[in-house]
């Protein structure tokens, strides 16, 4: 695992959720061996169909699972993401489900940013995040 150092400048607001920081505003990373980009994952099954449809929560997990599972094929873990681009179709209701996203991306506190965005590859889509990981 790459050194990590994150850095919180005082100017800016800290998003805080069950006492705990939930992400960076700059995270600094040295000694990093490999680079690991995951294209943005959907709530999708192995077989194409979609998972948890109408379910923001449910499908944040299938997300965080996909993303899970592309990092593990890579030598990688959960813990060595460094930033999380996230596009979503309802942005207060993603917000409403900040304890999910935390199950998967808690730990590493990855850089974030989330996106409002029209419609995704398919009508019952509801979150794509993709991921950029370093070992």
């Not at 690991?36 to 959907?42: A, P, R, T």
């Amino acid at each position: 695992m790459a050194d990590r150092e994150g850095f919180q400048p005082p100017q800016l607001m800290e998003r805080i959720l069950d006492g705990r920081r939930i992400y960076w505003h700059v995270l600094a990373v040295s000694e990093a061996r490999r680079f690991i980009f995951v294209s943005g994952q959907l709530s999708r099954a192995k077989d194409g169909s979609v998972v948890a449809p109408g379910d923001m929560a449910g499908q944040i997990r299938q997300v965080g699972e996909n993303i899970r599972v592309c990092l593990e094929a890579a030598g990688a873990g959960l813990r060595d993401l460094v930033r999380i681009t996230c596009y979503t179709t309802d942005i207060e209701e993603f917000h409403r489900h900040a304890r999910v996203r935390n199950e998967y991306f808690g730990e590493a506190l990855p850089a974030s940013t989330a996106v409002e965005v029209r419609r995704l590859g398919h009508p019952d889509f509801l979150i794509e995040i993709e991921a950029t990981a370093i070992v």
